[in-house]
């Protein structure tokens, strides 16, 4: 069984920065994709930022040059530095791993972006 465990969110004032991680456990031979997604308030879950199996990486558009998507696939483990944070980047935020064509997410962890 595959557990994703998410840690590093937080209240930050605009302008300021958090980085996320997430690690995966249990039976894992190798991750293919990793991503970030998030989900404000009354909005549908978006996509904040992918990692392929070769570091390749995009980003939404209103998180380019803000956000970082990492990986450490000997430890299963996938990261996002932010940058520059904005109110409108408050949500709950959930990694999401792709394993031997099964689909992970983690619990989620809130980020709050408030002065």
């Known amino acids: 069984q595959v557990q994703l465990v998410e840690s590093g969110g937080g209240l930050v004032q605009p302008g300021g920065s958090l980085r996320l991680s997430c690690a995966a456990s249990?039976?894992?031979?190798?991750?293919?994709?990793m991503g970030w997604y998030r989900q404000a308030p009354g909005k549908e879950r978006e996509l904040a930022a992918v990692?392929?199996?070769?570091?390749?990486?995009n980003y939404r558009d209103s998180v380019k040059g803000r956000f970082t998507i990492s990986r450490d696939n000997a430890k299963n483990t996938v990261y996002l530095q932010m940058n520059s944070l904005k109110p409108e980047d408050t949500a709950v935020y959930y990694c999401?791993?792709?394993?031997?064509?099964?689909?992970?997410w983690g619990q989620g962890t809130q980020v709050t972006v408030s002065s």
């Open positions: 999401y791993m792709g394993i031997r064509g099964r689909a992970y």
């Open positions: 249990g039976s894992i031979f190798s991750v293919n994709i």
């Open positions: 990692i392929g199996s070769s570091s390749n990486t």
